[in-house]
């Protein structure tokens, strides 16, 4: 089955920006849809963006909109999340996930999870 690396997460200053990168092996064709989730401390798992592994078409949480970006690399079997003007709010451990529905935004349209890699925004 396919296999999702998160990368890319820091440290980084509010204002600042940051760009994860998600490995995957093994992309089954049956992947409709690749995106990103993020969980900070004391919350519920929260969707940021998502994209047709297809097509272009692409939907944002409210949150990110206008600061985050998502983007993929067919060939080079790579999904990014560029995230520019960071905010503290953004402090979390960022996910990425493979789904086999078109651009969902709820954690179980998803079926396929890296293990994380962790963003920390401080002022």
């Known amino acids: 089955q396919v296999h999702l690396v998160e990368s890319g997460g820091g440290l980084v200053q509010a204002g600042g920006s940051l760009r994860l990168s998600c490995a995957h092996s093994?992309?089954?064709?049956?992947?409709?849809?690749m995106g990103w989730f993020r969980q900070a401390p004391g919350k519920e798992r929260e969707f940021v963006a998502a994209?047709?592994?297809?097509?272009?078409?692409?939907v944002y949480a409210d949150s990110v909109k206008g600061r985050f970006t998502i983007s993929r690399d067919n060939p080079k079997n790579t999904l990014y999340l560029q995230m520019n003007d960071l905010k503290g709010d953004d402090t979390a451990v960022y996910y990425c996930?493979?789904?086999?529905?078109?651009?969902?935004?709820?954690?179980?349209?998803?079926?396929?999870w890296g293990k994380g890699t962790q963003v920390a925004v401080t002022s």
């Open positions: 093994g992309r089954r064709f049956s992947t409709t849809t």
């Open positions: 996930a493979a789904a086999q529905v078109s651009l969902s935004v709820v954690a179980a349209g998803y079926d396929c």
């Open positions: 994209i047709s592994w297809i097509l272009d078409n692409t």
